[in-house]
T-cell receptor, first 109, second 116 residues
Framework: GIQVEQSPPDLILQEGANSTLRCNFS?????LQWFHQNPWGQLINLFY???GTKQNGRLSATTVATERYSLLYISSSQTTDSGVYFC???????????FGSGTKLNVKP | NAGVTQTPKFRILKIGQSMTLQCTQD?????MYWYRQDPGMGLKLIYY???????DKGEVPNGYNVSRSTTEDFPLRLELAAPSQTSVYFC???????????????FGPGTRLLVL
């Protein structure tokens, strides 16, 4: 299956700071999503973004499919942004996802 | 809508025991999935289903079985539990293609399983 690598593995921010999370994948994909897992374990979909750029409030994401990477931007971080951010990709658009190992974000007040 | 629900929330099993993890969704979603998440890792797909009566293996299917007799339910069966199956198990579902958000996965709260 596809290899998905995320960086950095861990990130500590002061509240109000900005950050960029990266996801590299090893093959062409039809589907790419970003998820947030909160400290209680709940997984929430952030973006469906197989290509292009999307924004939702303080979060935005860009996928450059030809170069096989995606970026998640968090601006003006808040303590509620803490948790683990996962990138997941699907080759054949059956929503059969391969997940990266995640970026663990800790936003300090 | 309750969304995706999973039971139990937590379970301890002895080696060799069997159990069924329950998953139900009330959103009329076609696609359903079972993932496991080991500590500090991402999710790995165990099995998935594209509709009632149709299931297929994911990345790590060994030691598990599934069935899909209805659109709503997608139980995961563990036979002969082993310590390597200690993990958190997540069920997820996806809307049908004609919906506005077909690609979005909705996750249940997870079942934490400890095999001793």
């Amino acid at each position: 299956g596809i290899q998905v690598e995320q960086s950095p593995p861990d990130l500590i921010l002061q509240e109000g700071a900005n950050s960029t999370l990266r996801c590299n994948f090893s093959d062409s994909v039809n589907n790419l999503q970003w998820f947030h897992q909160n400290p209680w374990g709940q997984l929430i979909n952030l973006f469906y973004i197989p290509s292009g750029t999307k924004q939702n409030g303080r979060l935005s994401a860009t996928t450059v499919a030809t170069e096989r990477y995606s970026l998640l931007y968090i601006s003006s971080s808040q303590t509620t942004d803490s948790g683990v951010y996962f990138c997941a990709v699907d080759e054949y658009n059956f929503n059969k996802f391969y997940f990266g190992s995640g970026t663990k974000l800790n936003v300090k007040p | 809508n309750a969304g995706v629900t999973q039971t139990p929330k937590f379970r301890i099993l002895k080696i060799g025991q069997s159990m069924t993890l329950q998953c139900t969704q009330d959103m009329n979603h076609n696609y359903m999935y079972w993932y496991r998440q080991d500590p500090g890792m991402g999710l790995k797909l165990i099995y998935y289903s594209v509709g009632a009566g149709i299931t297929d293996k994911g990345e790590v299917p060994n030691g598990y079985n599934v069935s899909r007799s209805t659109t709503e339910d997608f139980p995961l069966r563990l036979e002969l539990a082993a310590p390597s199956q200690t993990s958190v198990y997540f069920c997820a579902s996806t809307p049908p293609p004609q919906r506005a958000d077909p690609e979005t996965q909705y996750f249940g709260p997870g079942t934490r399983l400890l095999v001793l």
